[in-house]
C-alpha cells in the first residue's frame, strides 16, 4: 500500500517535471527564434549598410548601388496609407464606442473588422488591381497607398473602439452636465483622455504595413529608377528585397539584407514605441 | 441617488478638461442664443453621420473584396465549372487550370504548422502564466510578441538562406533515413533532400503563428480564477495536473478560438512561404518536395500572367482562399466571443 502510493507519486511528480521542462523548453524555442532571425539580420545586413545605401539608386544586375528610391517609395506610400486609412479608423471606432455602443450595426462592423483584421494580404492586392489596376490600366503608386491604407483600416478601428471605451463615462457625463455638445465632448473630452492609445493605434498599423509585401506586387509594382509621380509604378522596399534576395547576383543579394535589416529595425522601433506608450505606466499620465 | 456633477467629478472634469471646454460650455448656456444651438445641433449630426458612414465603410470593404473576387473569377469558373477545385493540372501553354495543387499545398502546410506550432504556445503560455518569475514576465511576453512584429518577407528571407540549407544538409537527409523501411513515414519523407519544399514552408508558419496563438492562450489562462487554481493546489495536484485538468478545461473554446486564428493566419500567408515551398504546381507524397500554395502561386504568377483564363484562374484561387480563410476566421472569432460572454455572467 505505501510502496504503491509512493509510485503513484513518482509517477506524478517525474510527468509534471516532464511537463514543466517541455514548457520551459517552448519558451527558450520562442526566444532562440527572435534571436536567430535577429542575428542573422545583423550579420548579413550590417557589413552592407553604407552611405551609399542612402544616396544611390537600386542598381542594374552586377554594379554596386544604393536603395533610396525604395526606401522614399516605401516612405511616401505608407505615409499616403496612414493618412487615407487612420481618419476613416478613427471615426469608425468613434461611432463603435460613442454612438452605437450596444447597437446591431456596431456588433456587425465589430465582427467583420476583426475578421479583415487577419484576412490575407494578397488578396486585398486582387482587390485593389480588380477596382484600381484593371480599370486605369497600368500598375500605379496610387493603387500601392489604397491597399496599404485597408490594412491599416482595421488595426485602427479596433485600437480606436477599445480605447474610447476605456474612458469612463463619468467624465463624458461631467462635461455634458456642463452644457458641453456632443461632439465637444468627444473632440475635447473622450479623444484627449483617449490620445496615447489613439497615437499607439496609428503607430501599429504603420508598423504593420511598412513590411507589407504581398498587397503590393501587383498594385504599385516595382521602379528601378527614382520616381515621385504617384501614378506610376514606384520602387518600395519589400519588393525589393523579394526581387533581389531571389536574384542570383550577390550585390542584389547583399542589398537585400541590408533592405531587410532596415526595415525590420523600424518595425520593431515603432512596435516597441507603440508598447511603451501603451504600457500601464504611461497612460497613467 | 448620486448627483451627477459631485465635487469629485468636478475636480476630474477641471484636471482633465482644458479650459476651453469649460468655457464654451459656459457660453453655451449663458447665451444660449438660438444660432449658438442650432450650431451644435448641426455639428453633432454631421460627426454623427460621418462616424457613422465610417463605420459602413468596414462592411462595403469586405463586401467589395468578395464581389470583385467574384467578378474576377468568373470566366475561370465559368469555363472549368465545379472541377476546377479537383483538377490537377496547372497549365499556361494549353490553359488548363486547376487549384488542386495550391489548395492541398495551403492545407497541407497550414495542418503541419499548426502541428508544431500549437503545443508550443500552449507550452509557453503554462510557462508565462504558471511557471516564469514575475520579473520577467513582461520582457518575455514582449519577445514572444516581437515575433508577430517581424514582417512576412524577413521570415522568407531568413528561411530561404539560414533554415533551408541547413535542413537540406543536417535535418532531411537524417528523417530520409530514419524512416527508410517505415511503411507510410518512408513515403512521407521520400526523395531528395532540396531544403525547399512543403515542409520548410510548414516550419516557418510554425514559428510565424507562434506570437498569435500564445497571446490569446496567455491571456484566456488568466482569466482562470484563482480561487479554482487554488482549491487544486490545496488538494496536492501538481503543477500539471492544475493545466491539465483545472486551466485547459475552463478555457478550452478560448484556446480552440486561439488556435483557429492562427491557423487563419498560416493559410492567408504569403510572402514567407512563397521563398521557400518551390513553387510546383503538383501534388506529391513527400514532404520534402516541393510544392505550392495559393498565396505563393498568386504571389509568384500574378504579374507574368498573360491572357484573361490565366488571371481569372489565379483570382479564383484567391477567392477559394478568401472563402477558406473567412470561414476559419469567423470561426475563431465567434468562439472568442462565447468565451467572452461566458466570462461575463
Known sequence: MNDSSMTLYKRRRRRNQAAMVLSCGAAGAGMVALVWILATLVLKGASGVSLAVFTQMTPPPGSSGGLLNAIFGSLIQTLVATLIGTPVGILAGTYMAEYGRNNGLTSVVRFINDVLLSAPSIVVGLFVYEIMVQPMGHFSAWAGCVALSILVLPVVVRTTEDMLLLVPDSLREAASALGAPRWLVIQKVCYRAARAGLITGTLLAIARISGETAPLLFTSLNNQFWSVNMNAPMANLPVVIFQFALSPYEDWQQLAWVGALLITVAVLSLNIIARTLSSPRASDR | ?345
Request: glycine content about 8%; some cysteine; hydrophobic content about 50%.
Open chain 2, 1 to 345: 441617488m448620486r448627483p451627477l456633477l459631485s465635487l469629485s467629478h468636478y475636480n476630474c472634469v477641471q484636471a482633465r478638461v482644458s479650459g476651453s471646454v469649460v468655457n464654451n460650455a459656459v457660453t453655451a448656456v449663458a447665451g444660449r442664443t438660438s444660432s449658438t444651438l442650432a450650431r451644435n445641433k448641426l455639428l453633432d449630426s454631421l460627426l454623427r453621420i460621418s462616424t457613422r458612414s465610417a463605420a459602413i465603410v468596414v462592411l462595403v470593404m469586405l463586401t467589395g473584396v468578395i464581389l470583385s473576387l467574384v467578378d474576377g473569377a468568373l470566366p475561370a469558373l465559368k469555363t472549368f465549372g465545379f472541377s476546377f477545385i479537383h483538377t490537377q493540372s496547372w497549365n499556361p501553354v494549353t490553359e488548363k487550370f486547376g487549384a488542386a495543387a495550391p489548395v492541398y499545398g495551403t492545407i497541407v502546410t497550414s495542418l503541419i504548422a499548426m502541428l508544431i506550432g500549437v503545443p508550443i504556445s500552449i507550452g509557453i503560455a503554462i510557462f508565462i502564466t504558471e511557471l516564469c518569475p514575475p520579473r520577467l514576465k513582461r520582457p518575455i511576453s514582449t519577445a514572444i510578441e516581437l515575433l508577430a512584429g517581424i514582417p512576412s518577407i524577413i521570415y522568407g528571407i531568413w528561411g530561404l538562406f539560414v533554415l533551408a540549407p541547413l535542413l537540406q544538409k543536417y535535418v532531411q537527409p537524417l528523417l530520409i533515413g530514419a524512416f527508410e523501411n517505415v511503411p507510410v513515414l518512408s513515403s512521407l519523407f521520400a526523395g531528395p533532400p532540396y531544403g525547399i519544399g512543403i515542409l520548410t514552408a510548414s516550419l516557418i508558419l510554425s514559428i510565424m503563428v507562434l506570437p498569435f496563438i500564445t497571446s490569446i492562450t496567455r491571456d484566456v489562462f488568466e482569466t482562470v480564477p484563482p480561487m479554482l487554481k487554488e482549491s487544486a493546489y490545496g488538494l496536492g495536484c501538481t503543477t500539471w495536473e492544475v493545466v491539465r485538468h483545472v486551466v485547459l478545461p475552463f478555457t478550452k473554446t478560448g484556446v480552440i478560438g486561439g488556435v483557429m486564428l492562427g491557423l487563419g493566419r498560416a493559410l492567408g500567408e504569403t510572402m514567407a512561404v512563397t521563398f521557400v515551398i518551390g513553387n510546383a504546381h503538383r501534388i506529391s507524397h513527400s514532404l520534402l518536395a516541393p510544392g505550392t500554395t495559393i498565396s505563393a502561386s498568386i504571389a509568384n504568377e500574378f504579374t507574368e500572367a498573360d491572357g484573361e483564363l490565366y488571371t481569372s484562374s489565379l483570382i479564383a484561387l484567391g477567392l477559394i482562399l478568401f472563402v477558406i480563410t473567412f470561414i476559419v476566421l469567423a470561426g475563431a472569432r465567434l468562439l472568442l466571443l462565447r468565451m467572452k460572454r461566458a466570462e461575463g455572467h
